[in-house]
């Protein structure tokens, strides 16, 4: 079945390790985002990439980094760097219609909490 | 001032009652707009676009209004699992290919 994967969906680590978070499509899908959620908000963009070996900083890429070696996968990083690290992770991908991107498909989600 | 705001919420109805969310965006150069549906700890799911001339999916309608730059969603006869969080999203021309999603709208549909 096509979809979207995220791994692993719970993770508890200590303060000052570093984390990556996994995410691979097998939709063929151009575009692909990592956003957070914390309790009671809404998903805030981290990175985003519209194609292989690019990507862009969304609003809160601080204490975060990604790759996009491949177009399946758009690995993200939690640094030490980052200060409240603890939250719930979306990766999602979508083609993209001309300069519009259609429907996001998201993975299930990583919960990170730091300790 | 944040891109996308939605109606803070939460709303509590009763079954069978109507319920209608908005949405406002701050910037003109609007591309496209979506009403996504995220239950308690899941992942957002596509509820529908929304379409320069409003679309109806069953019970549910979309609008979109350019000149005063929000987006609604229309709920008819709610059931109990409609509860969740709605969210609205929209995207850019100026941003390309950003979607930036509005904060949720918590529905508590009760018996």
């Known amino acids: 079945d096509g979809g979207i994967t995220q791994s692993p969906k719970y993770l508890f680590r200590k303060e000052g390790q570093n984390v990556t978070l996994s995410c691979e499509q097998n939709?063929?899908?151009?575009?692909m985002y990592w956003y957070r959620q914390d309790p009671g908000q809404g998903l805030r963009l981290i990175y985003y990439?519209?194609?292989?070996?690019?990507?862009q900083k969304g609003d809160i890429a601080e204490g975060y980094s990604v790759s996009r070696e491949k177009k399946e996968s758009f690995p993200l990083t939690v640094t030490s760097a980052q200060k409240n690290p603890t939250a719930f992770y979306l990766c999602?991908?979508?083609?993209?219609?001309?300069?519009?991107?259609?429907?996001?498909?998201f993975g299930e989600g990583s919960r990170l909490t730091v300790l | 001032r944040k891109e996308v705001e939605q109606d803070p919420g939460p709303f509590n109805v009763p079954e069978g009652a109507t319920v209608a969310f908005n949405c406002t965006y701050s910037?003109?150069?609007?591309?496209?707009f979506f009403w996504y549906r995220q239950d308690c700890r899941k992942e957002p799911k596509l509820l529908m676009s929304?379409?320069?001339s409003g679309n109806e999916d069953g019970r549910f309608t979309a609008q979109l209004n350019r000149a005063s730059q929000y987006i609604s969603l229309l709920i008819r006869d709610s059931k109990l699992s409609d509860s969740a969080t709605y969210l609205c999203?929209?995207?850019?021309?100026?941003?390309?290919?950003?979607?930036?999603f509005g904060q949720g709208t918590e529905l508590s549909v009760k018996p």
């Open positions: 999602a991908s979508s083609g993209i219609a001309g300069n519009a991107p259609g429907e996001l498909f």
């Open positions: 939709l063929n899908h151009d575009a």
């Open positions: 990439s519209q194609i292989v070996n690019d990507f």
């Open positions: 910037n003109s150069a609007s591309q496209s």
């Open positions: 929304v379409y320069s």
């Open positions: 999203v929209v995207t850019f021309y100026n941003q390309g290919g950003k979607l930036i």
